[in-house]
């Protein structure tokens, strides 16, 4: 489980990469963002959804 400095730095870099929903996508509740963040999520099995997911882990995408 990661330390609570870390989601702070978390929820800095989602703000900051922040982006617009792609066309067509009807999910108004939802925080898109931007290539380059990258995250594990765990979550249940067996749904088109990400149901009761928990970060586990993130990173960003060098390049």
Not at 47 to 60: T, W
């Amino acid at each position: 489980m990661a330390e609570r400095g870390t989601w702070r730095y978390v929820g800095k870099r989602v703000q900051e990469h922040a982006g617009l929903a792609p066309k067509g996508m009807k999910r108004p509740a939802t925080q898109w963002v931007k290539p380059g963040l990258i995250g594990r999520v765990k979550h249940l099995r067996g749904e088109e959804d990400l149901r009761h997911a928990s970060l586990q882990d993130f990173r960003e995408e060098k390049g």
